[in-house]
């Protein structure tokens, strides 16, 4: 099977689904200038904090497809 999936996407994900870890947040960014929301890793990193997104939302121009170009949600 052809996948776009990457061992730091399982990574985050059984990290944000094991309940083992507290440090993430949702946020609210922008993703190529639209508004969004992220969940991110919130990290201290001396006196200030790294984020990390993990995902972000799907905005209103991002156009979600399988790997046959089928939109989400069924046929165009």
């Known amino acids: ?3 776009h999936i990457t061992d ?8 944000l689904t094991s309940g ?3 440090n993430f947040a949702l946020f609210s960014c922008q993703v190529n200038g639209e508004p969004a929301a992220a969940i991110v890793a919130l990290t201290p990193d001396g006196d200030e904090l790294t984020i990390t997104p993990l995902f972000v939302s799907v905005t209103p121009d991002m156009i979600l497809t399988d790997h046959d170009g089928v939109p989400a949600g069924g046929a165009p």
């Open 1 to 3: 099977m052809n996948t």
């Open 8 to 15: 730091s996407h399982v990574s985050a994900f059984e990290a």
């Open 20 to 22: 083992r870890y507290n």
